[in-house]
């Protein structure tokens, strides 16, 4: 109450944020009539005057109204737009380091040439980043035109561009980008062996646009870059055969959760099938150590079966599995489902199974983001995830007030009992929105839903445009006729289309479909449309039921009552909604039943309203949960990940690595001297043996240590200073033989090389470690805790293992006595990973130590292989499925004695 009271007095922090930028605007208004009397050439030679003062020390803010003004008058003569008030406000927000909410149709992407060309005077560049390619390139031409004509260069990122086309497109002074586009690249610089191969220069600054889709809907899914493993397709089909045979009693789906877990008689039931296959001998037990492969491809055949639905979570085309994006509602082409699940879900489909991937490199866009010294936002759905934006990010959010007040009618929501119910009525009111001829776009949630109310309006003989993940590559055009009179638009998701629905139809898409028609009739045509639909009350949006997140809706909802126009929103709910059926309350059928709820009737208050709004705030604050657990794992990872890209640059930067390759050498004999001359050990305590074949092992060298540990009064330090000077004398002898340039161009090579591999193991390690991580809680301890001690002591194990890994290999490497640099650089140059797959993992889909820790039968055991012996068969269990059958045949195991069924 307080509060509310403080607030009328004084105004919110928003209020006085935008009252504080209404003088620059003044300031930005007073200069139109100075900059308007320019000539072209004068207006773009500010830019060199701002730069040049910039380059003197000029801060940006102090240019920010002269650069406004310039944008400003660049647009009016190379667009026809000017700027509006509130969207210069809009550019300041974005300039100081905030995000920007503002409605659909209030020009975010003008609003961005504004702090895009202010920040790109530093000549240190700024990223756009948007949703999808077909945005990135859309802006670049239509933006583009006003920094080309003040002298700025502009680039974009696509994904069919090769590394020179990227390197060329960021290294201009504004780049458009998709996220993915900007993260992989980041991954894919820091596999490269050459700074020059590099396609990214240091970031800058970034604007997001979405800035809500891309840094929250997307923040729980890592870029993965990775690589094939073994084939184990075979394995894969056998077991997904296996799963129609369990019933409801054999496995437990928590939907809240997204998890599914056999049951004790689901357990017993697999394990009976698995020996009728002949996947598992007579009298196993599913979860004896040798059968560790077996249960992660039961349990990831379970999940495809009984979590995964097709046209929902994911479509099937041209014999792939294409994920769908649950919250854009796109198809994500060349994204997989990593551990193994995209496998599963190939295999129920009967399409090709593609082999498993190993990772190579990862990140989040959390951590992504964060890379950028400088980082702002737009979005016109910002506000109610503030918290998580300034706790991840450090980012505020500013409410942006619209040019023209928003007249659009949001209605209360309907809920039916059934969902049949709920779709007739929302079909009738679609009918009667068409006799007044009132166009009517109506969000789903899925493609089957989309496709379901789609097949109704068919029956009704009611003409309607179907937007989803099948049809995407049409959505602007779609989109941008929506808005004509009687038009109907069923979409899956309306969250950054990027397109906005003008009433009457679209003059600039008419004009590109029709280039023969006169641009006149079109616009008169367009405009007689425009008070057609005005007169019947404008875009009329229709929600079939609510999203997890309140911000989807408010997308849905914002696509009507643009710049002032008419318009109306109603969301139609039934009991049998996803949301409703999990979050809402068991009792409410029946107590609706019990208070007389005829069929067809629905329930209409704003108690309604507040209760589902409640409820989705739930949901809201779990999936951020989910977010911050996984920045929390992952900001382990990214201080390592940090530290060795920041390494693997400073190696490269450098063509001299031989003081950094001895001091790994010393290091390694101090190491080795230390295992096996224990400080104040006896001489007679001294491993002796093992020493001397140590440096034997690592060095090649064969030392007389037991001589020298037989001398009269002898230390550890003389030892260790013998073996270091035996060791360094032969690494010089080295580079005489082949020339210090040659030697110093294998040192570095090879070390980076080593270092890549080593990594490579430790992200495996990492995701190994991360799956069991959750049966450390039933001991009570923090799963968190001994994740960052277990990564601490991988990492550090990891360096040590490369310093002898680097020393060993130098030690014993040869080279044919003569050869040219030329030759040594081609032979030393490691071919890039084959069939690398840039890929998305969904936490919610991914291996879940909790359901796994629900059938574990005990505490988790290190799995040791065994060694295969020729004539024992019973020791070739582990041997991989496509190496040679150990019996002698010549075939490989998976066609002999790994033959299975």
């Known amino acids: 109450m307080f509060g509310a009271i403080a607030r009328r007095l004084f105004g919110t922090a928003n209020d006085r944020i935008i ?42 803010d102090e240019v920010m109204e002269e650069a ?27 300039h100081s380091g905030k995000i920007a909410e503002m409605r659909t149709g209030e020009g975010k992407t ?44 502009v680039g974009v990122i696509l994904h069919t561009m090769d590394d020179d086309e990227r390197r060329a497109a960021y290294g201009c002074d504004v780049t458009y980008g998709t996220n993915g586009e900007i993260g992989f690249d980041y991954l894919r610089d820091n596999m490269k062996f050459r700074l020059e191969e590099m396609v990214h220069r240091p970031f800058n600054y970034a604007i997001v646009d979405e800035v809500d889709s891309i840094l929250i809907d997307e ?22 055969q296996l799963i129609p045979g369990l019933g409801e009693g054999d496995f437990e789906k928590d939907e809240k959760a997204r998890a599914v877990t056999l049951t004790e008689q689901g357990t017993e039931r697999i394990e009976q099938l698995l020996i009728e296959a002949g996947m598992m001998k007579e009298g196993g037990n599913l979860y004896d150590i040798g059968n560790v492969s077996l249960v992660h491809h039961v349990n990831q055949a379970l999940r495809a079966h009984k979590l ?17 994006d649950e919250f854009t509602g796109r198809m994500m082409e060349g994204r997989r489902y990593s551990e193994g699940q995209h496998q599963a879900l190939e295999a129920k489909e009967g399409v090709t199974i593609q082999n498993e991937n190993q990772t190579l490199a990862s990140i989040t866009f959390q951590n992504l983001f964060r890379l950028y010294p400088k980082l702002s936002g737009m979005t016109g759905t910002a506000m109610t995830e503030a918290g998580e934006f300034a706790e991840i990010y450090k980012l505020d959010v500013v409410d942006m007030p619209t040019n023209v007040a928003v007249a659009r009618k949001d209605h209360d929501d309907e809920v039916y009992r059934t969902a049949r119910e709920k779709y007739a009525a929302i079909v009738t009111l679609i009918e009667e929105a068409r006799t007044r001829m009132q166009p009517v776009l109506v969000g789903t949630t899925s493609i089957e839903k989309s496709e379901l109310l789609a097949d109704m309006l068919k029956t009704k003989g009611v003409p309607h445009q179907v937007l989803n993940a099948r049809y995407h590559e049409q959505e602007a055009l779609i989109v941008a006729q929506a808005g004509v009179p009687g038009a109907v638009t069923i979409a899956t998701n309306m969250a950054g289309r990027g397109t906005d629905i003008q009433l009457g139809g679209n003059v600039e898409m008419r004009l590109k479909l029709e280039p023969d028609t006169d641009p006149a009739a079109i616009r008169a045509e367009v405009e007689v449309n425009r008070q057609k639909v005005l007169e019947a009350g404008g875009l009329y949006v229709i929600g079939t039921e609510r999203h997890e997140s309140r911000r989807i809706d408010n997308q849905l909802r914002g696509r009507s009552g643009r710049q002032g126009d008419p318009g109306a929103s109603k969301f139609f709910l039934s009991l049998e909604d996803d949301l409703m059926r999990i979050f ?26 507040k209760a589902l709004e409640k409820a989705q705030q739930k949901v809201e604050a779990r999936n951020f949960d989910i977010r911050k657990n996984l920045l929390k794992f992952d900001d382990v990872m990214n201080d390592q990940r940090k530290v060795i890209y920041e390494q693997r640059k400073e190696l490269m930067q450098v063509d001299d690595v031989s003081d950094d390759v001895a001091g790994m050498r010393h290091e390694v004999i101090e190491a080795m001297v230390a295992r096996t001359i224990p ?35 002898i230390a550890d330090q003389e030892i260790r200073h013998r073996i270091t000077d035996a060791v360094d004398r032969k690494m010089a002898s080295k580079a005489a033989e082949y020339g210090p340039d040659i030697m110093r161009m294998v040192e570095k090579s090879l ?25 450390r809680a039933y001991g009570q301890r923090d799963p968190l805790n001994e994740y960052k001690r277990e990564a601490f002591n991988l990492f550090e194990g990891m360096l040590h293992d490369l310093r002898e890994r680097v020393t060993s290999l130098l030690a014993h490497v040869e080279l044919r006595v003569g050869p040219s640099e030329e030759e040594v650089a081609q032979a030393l140059t490691p071919e890039p990973p084959r069939q690398m797959r840039e890929t998305r993992f969904d936490p919610a889909f991914g291996h879940d130590p909790a359901a796994d820790a629900a059938v574990m039968a005990g505490p988790a055991q290190p799995v040791r292989k065994q060694i295969a012996v020729a004539g024992d068969p019973s020791t070739w269990i582990d041997t991989p499925r496509n190496a040679p059958c150990p019996c002698g045949s010549g075939k490989k195991y998976k066609h002999c004695h790994g033959v299975m069924g």
């Open 19 to 60: 009252k504080s930028l209404a003088k620059h605007v003044a300031a930005i208004n007073a200069l139109e009539p100075e900059f308007a009397a320019l000539s072209d050439d004068q207006l773009r030679a500010k830019t060199d005057e701002f730069r040049q003062r910039v380059a003197d020390g000029a801060d940006l």
């Open 219 to 240: 923040a729980r899914t890592p870029l993965i870059i990775s690589g094939p493993t073994e084939d184990n397709s075979d394995l894969y089909r056998m077991v997904d």
């Open 308 to 324: 995964f639905t097709r046209d929902v979570d994911y479509i099937v085309k041209n014999d792939k599995v294409v994920i769908i």
């Open 679 to 713: 400080e104040r050990a006896y001489a007679e305590e001294w491993d002796v043996a093992g020493l001397h074949e140590e440096v034997l092992r690592v060095f090649n060298l064969d030392l007389p240590v037991a001589d020298w540990a037989k001398e009269e009064g």
């Open 68 to 94: 406004f003004a310039t944008v400003r008058e660049a647009a009016k003569r190379t667009l026809g737009q000017r700027h509006f008030d509130v969207q210069l406000m809009g550019g300041m927000v974005l």
């Open 584 to 609: 809402g309350s068991e009792r409410m059928d029946g107590m609706l039943q019990k208070l007389g709820l005829q069929e067809g009737e629905a329930i209409v208050h704003p108690w309604i309203n």
């Open 751 to 775: 070390l980076l090389q080593i270092l890549d591999q080593a990594w490579k193991e430790h992200l495996l390690q990492l995701d190994h470690l991360r799956q069991g991580i959750g049966l």
């Open 110 to 153: 003008l609003v961005a040439t504004l702090p895009v060309y202010l920040n790109a005077l530093t000549g240190m560049g700024v990223h756009v980043v948007t949703v999808n390619d077909y945005l990135a390139k859309r802006d670049s031409e239509w933006m583009g035109q006003v920094y080309r004509f003040l002298g700025l260069s």
